[in-house]
């Protein structure tokens, strides 16, 4: 009877030595995996940081293009319809064509084919 009480001891001690091991490889798998999945958090919001930061800044881009564009072609319209506008009040007689073109420097004169 105390060979099997000692052998049952033995194994006691055995399951005991087996079950602290396995307890603390689950610990240090928990905080592995936990250290992981709080790199990969932190990756991935530095990643959308980046990529929200690269959006505003193209979209900025964009938009000065655009805005840059827009300018011109209002800048545009406006000459041609000064130049338009001189012509109509030349070839009116409202004002000398001379006078247009000494205050304006860059009028055209209209020509005299339809009088």
Partial sequence: MDVLKKGFSIAKEGVVAAAEKTKAGVEEA???TKEGVMYVGTKTKEGVVS???TVAQKTT???NL???SAVAGANQVSE???EGLE???AST???NPAEVSKTEGAAEQPTDAGQ
């Fill in 87 to 89: 012509s109509v009040v």
């Fill in 80 to 82: 041609k319809a000064e």
């Fill in 61 to 63: 881009e964009q938009a």
């Fill in 51 to 53: 990529s929200v930061n």
């Fill in 93 to 95: 007689g409202l004002v």
């Fill in 66 to 68: 655009v805005g840059e």
């Fill in 30 to 32: 928990a905080a592995k």
